[in-house]
């Protein structure tokens, strides 16, 4: 059965499906002449295969004989070997990286005869029953799932006995006993001695790593991550190399660039005489990368160069685990690096500096997502206290929460919380997700929290090494904090402030608005740089939806080329709505036109500014939309100002008046009901006031000297009907008003049957614009208002969609609307406009769905906007 194995000469780097990313990238290095410990892979079909019958394929093991036998002719060493064995590594390697969700064995073959091999082989007695020991913990845990703890508080116990702080202090004879120690662990749980047969190991723990696709906290994280929960994961067995071999050995993590900021050098962490996992771990703490030039520097040399030979071969921040046998380099991984969203777009531009990529493939480089991430506030550094201690900045960003001590207070927690440990291991997720922020004590960039919180952009701070942590209590410099306290850490800068620091907007927000310039700053000049490339190349326009001049003209300084949503009602709060309730209390038409005459001019006045701001610009009016009684006071409270008032004897009076309105109007279903074109129909006069005064704002303006470019949008039409009734109406008056330019008519597609009947529809409408809020709402019919807190937990759970159907536009059903209306407003219109203003519209894989279905522009929030166009221009690449 071969096929589902591959040694790692036979691999590449692109074979990322089969392989997993990290077997595909040793195969890689290996193919480079790269010193990689001989290995291979099983591919992520066997797993797949395992997971869906739940056996192991036919012949998988016999093929692992072969590969290893190949690897022992290369070792010069035999596994299972009493008296020189060779030792495996099992590691699992997804496609995506799952950074400690996912399994590794490390020295497996050992046994109580050849722990005494390896002694005599290394003339190390202390390192052979260290490694021996670490092998009982790791399979246990991975194989059997004993808890941690168990031998945890068995090594705790050990340093105790022993006097010593660290583990690496235990003597031989100390570990002897732990050795044995764990031997009863593993028996009192499992019920068998631990396994001698190192096939035995072998096959368990790769069936281990098989089953770990499918530990609840990797499956919680893919759908944290989006990673498809059906890829399954390769398994990568590997030739063990020691860094735990005394003072010339130790295991490090490198980076090519700094994936905080981007800048270039050297950065990563250095640990002596030890193994990977205590450095992923953070449980001890490193040396900067720097100081191995002191310690060993031949290796380090090495290392520089393979460092830059690896760069060259992936074209982008690589980063690097490593191990020094004895003064040997080993690499043990690399991958294109995860950094911070600032070095994501600092490192894009240098590459295109440096000659190495293009414009095009720096845009592919950077996400919405991180330029979002950019656009956080962070904290006011005038206003904050002296920081009650600084660790390390692992996650930048500013966060401000409560103290919390373990994952399940976190997720207990309703506001904003802090979660402070001493270390984070993948049992806190769940945790790290509810959390604003994380800080820990231990562990440096690339400890289990850095690299977790710096892919979720979540703000962290670790290895704050002044922290002492109790149970439920935090001192430091002499201060103590308990669980509820509030604390605000800056995951930019490393420090740790009591209480709440207020925050302000970020830099790149700064440049946006024209505060800053570009000039001198190395993110601020990347940023420039490709958002000009997104937009020169950016096929979708961006607008904004906006109410006012301000908002509109903070949209224009972000970039909108115009306004795709003004929401009218939005006009009719505060004060103005005593005119509105006027309008729905009117009991004849004398007293209605007095009511829409008093709201005419103050509706003018605003359409004035918007015109002003966006001038030149397209801006697109919509009339109003909301059921009426929003406008008024909730049933609830009417109900008991009047029955107080009752109770006292004395006359409700108006309140009485609006109660009987507000029942007269109640709905059961007030999203289905009165509101949007409906009540143009129903309410004389009300669509006609709104269309005067856009259009005699649009007057006003010309006669000022400018150039309004109002359009006229009706909400909610569902029927070519409704949309020509409104039509007509509207024309009438625009026909009224002098020294007006010519405002277009269309309308908002948020209704199936308008995105099934668009080419009835586009026969009234010059343009559409898609209402994706109110689609969604009536495609799956999910109250837009209700159910994200109500059901949408267990939908997600349950795969019923990966993301809500409110944030990301649902390509198979909503989507699929709006596909068939631009076809049909097509058809029936070429010159139709098309774009999009409901949430949608500013959401980065929404905006390449509208990009690939034709659309002309996206609308979105002012904050959004700059998003938006760089992912126009990313989908036009
Ligand atoms: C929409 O429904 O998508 C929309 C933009 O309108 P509103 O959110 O105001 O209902
Ligand atoms: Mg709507």
Redesign the pocket.
């Known amino acids: 059965m071969a096929g589902y194995v591959y040694d790692f000469i036979e691999g590449n780097k692109d074979l990322k499906d089969l392989l997993g990313g990290k077997g595909a990238n040793l195969a890689e290095m290996t193919r480079m002449g790269l010193p990689v410990p001989p290995g291979f892979t099983i591919t992520t079909d066997a797993c797949r295969e395992y997971l869906r019958t739940g056996t192991v394929p036919d012949g998988l093991f016999a093929d692992v004989e072969d590969h290893l036998r190949l690897m022992q002719t290369r070792m010069g060493r035999t596994f299972g070997d009493p008296d020189d064995p060779l030792l495996l590594s099992v590691r699992s390697g997804a496609k995506f990286s799952m950074p400690g969700m996912m399994e590794t064995i490390l020295d497996i073959g050992l046994n109580d005869t050849s722990v005494a091999g390896l002694a005599r082989q290394s003339a190390d007695e202390r390192f052979a029953w260290d490694s021996y020991r670490r092998l009982i913990q790791m399979f246990g845990r991975t194989v059997f799932d004993i808890p941690g703890e168990d031998f945890e508080s068995e090594l705790a116990q050990a340093r105790v006995s022993a006097g010593v702080p660290t583990d690496a202090e235990l003597g031989q004879g100390q570990l002897y006993d732990l050795v044995e120690a764990y031997k009863k662990v593993f028996h009192a749980h499992t019920g068998r001695d631990f396994p001698q047969a190192p096939h035995e190991q072998l096959f368990l723990a790769i069936t281990a790593v098989f089953r770990s696709w499918n530990a609840e906290r990797a499956v919680l994280y893919r759908r944290q991550e989006r990673i498809p929960q059906d890829l399954g994961t390769a398994v990568n067995v590997m030739a063990m190399v020691f860094g735990n071999r005394g003072t010339d050995s130790g295991t490090g993590v490198a980076f090519t660039r700094d994936p905080a900021t981007g800048r270039r050098g050297v950065y990563g962490d250095y640990l002596r005489n030890a193994q990977g996992e205590d450095v992923v771990a953070g449980i001890r703490n490193t040396v900067g990368l720097a100081e191995l030039a002191t310690i060993d520097p031949a290796s380090y040399r090495r290392l520089l160069s393979i460092m830059e030979r690896l760069e060259g071969r992936y074209r982008d921040l690589c980063d690097i685990e490593f191990t020094i046998e004895n003064g040997k380099l080993w690499m043990l991984q690399t991958r294109v690096g995860k950094r911070t969203p600032a070095a994501a777009f600092v490192i894009a531009a240098q590459l295109v500096d440096e000659g190495t990529i293009t414009l095009d493939e720096a845009l592919r480089r950077v996400t919405g997502e991180q330029l979002a991430q950019l656009m956080f506030p962070s904290f006011d550094q005038d206003a904050a206290p002296a920081p009650l201690t600084i660790g390390v900045p692992a996650s930048p960003g500013a966060a401000v929460g409560a103290i919390v001590f373990d994952s399940a207070a976190a997720t207990a927690a309703t506001g904003p919380v802090i979660l402070v440990r001493r270390e984070t291991n993948p049992d806190d997720l769940p945790g790290m997700i509810a959390a604003q922020g994380i800080l820990t004590a231990r562990g440096g960039k690339t400890s289990h929290a850095a690299v977790v919180a710096r892919g979720m952009g979540k703000t962290c701070v670790c290895g704050a090494e002044e922290l002492e942590l109790g149970d439920d209590t935090l001192t430091v410099g002499g201060r103590t904090l308990r669980a509820g306290d509030v604390i605000s850490i800056d995951g930019t800068n490393g420090r740790v402030y009591p209480g709440s620091v207020p925050v302000r907007p970020s830099e790149v927000v700064r440049y946006f608005e024209g505060e800053l310039t570009a000039y001198g700053d190395p993110l601020l000049a990347a940023v420039e740089r490709l958002m000009i490339h997104a937009d020169h190349n950016a096929r979708l326009g961006v607008h904004a939806?906006a109410d006012n001049g301000a908002d509109a003209a903070r949209a224009r300084r972000f970039g909108a080329t115009g306004v795709g949503?003004c929401?009218t009602e939005h006009m009719f709060l505060g004060d103005r709505r005593t005119l509105v309730e006027r309008l729905i209390l009117a009991s004849g038409d004398a007293e209605r036109e007095e009511a829409l005459a008093a709201l005419l001019p103050l509706q003018r006045a605003d359409f004035e500014q918007l015109f002003a701001a966006m001038d030149g610009l397209p801006v697109t009016v919509?009339l109003i939309?909301?059921p009426l009684h929003e406008f008024l006071p909730p049933l609830e409270e009417l109900t008991a100002r009047v029955a107080r008032a009752e109770a006292l004897g004395e006359d409700p009076g108006h309140d009485g008046v609006l109660l009987a309105a507000v029942r007269r109007m109640h709905e059961q279903n007030p999203m289905l009901g009165l509101r949007g074109v409906r009540l143009g129909l129903v309410i004389p006069g009300l669509f006609a006031m709104q269309v005067r005064a856009i259009a005699e704002a649009a007057a006003a303006r010309v006669a000022a000297g400018g150039d309004p470019r109002p359009e006229i949008m009706v909400?909610l039409v569902g029927a070519v009907q409704e949309l020509q009734a409104v039509r007509a109406e509207a024309q009438a008056v625009l026909a009224e008003v002098a020294g007006a330019p010519p405002i277009r008519i269309g309308t908002?597609i948020?209704v199936p049957r308008a995105a099934l009947t668009a080419g009835q529809i586009a026969g009234a409408a010059e343009f559409f614009?898609?209402?994706?809020?109110?689609?969604?709402?009536m495609t799956w019919g999910f109250s837009r208002d209700d159910v994200e807190g109500a059901f949408f937990g267990r939908y997600l759970g349950l795969g019923v969609f990966a993301v809500s159907p409110f944030e990301t536009i649902d390509a198979d059903g909503a989507g699929e609307l709006v596909r068939i209306a631009v076809e049909r407003g097509r058809a029936a219109r070429p010159e139709l406009t098309v774009g999009v203003?409901?949430?949608h519209g500013g959401d980065p894989a929404s905006v390449r769905f509208f990009h690939t279905a034709g659309l002309d522009y996206v609308s979105c929030s002012p904050f959004r906007i700059p998003i938006a166009r760089l992912e126009a221009g990313r989908a036009a690449i």
């Open positions: 939806n949503l929401r919509r939309d909301p909400p908002m948020e614009s898609f209402g994706t809020n109110d689609l969604t709402q203003c409901g949430e």
